[in-house]
Nanobody, 125 residues
């Protein structure tokens, strides 16, 4: 079983950068793929980025070129570097982990068994 804790959210302005962190504990971290999802008020949870056990990364079109997901298996951490923030990036950001997710299901939130509590990112215009 994995426990995930996100941190790093806050109030930013358009064009700013922010790095979110996801600290994992409870199981062998390198066995897990980890993803970031976000949920804006009144909207469904949406995929942002994922990093597989191999280190391969995947991004939503809306963040490609602006966001970067990385992992540190020694520290059991995943990071989401967010650059050129836009007001539409405003959401609660969640990290999620799965040891069994397959490539075709990587972008679906139902594929992930473990979730953090979320961290709020607000981008003002």
């Amino acid at each position: 079983q994995m426990h995930l804790i996100e941190s790093g959210g806050g109030l930013q302005q358009t064009g700013d950068s922010l790095r979110l962190s996801c600290a994992a504990s409870g199981d062998t971290f390198r066995r897990y793929a980890v993803a970031w999802f976000r949920q804006a008020p009144g909207k469904e949870r949406e995929f942002v980025a994922a990093i597989r056990q191999s280190g391969h990364t995947y991004y939503a079109d809306s963040v490609k070129g602006r966001f970067t997901i990385t992992r540190d298996n020694v520290k059991s951490m995943v990071y989401l570097q967010m650059n050129s923030l836009l007001p539409e990036d405003t959401a609660v950001y969640y990290c999620a982990a799965s040891s069994t997710v397959i490539l075709s299901s990587l972008r679906s939130h139902v594929s992930y068994a473990y979730w953090g509590q979320g961290t709020l990112v607000t981008v003002s215009s």
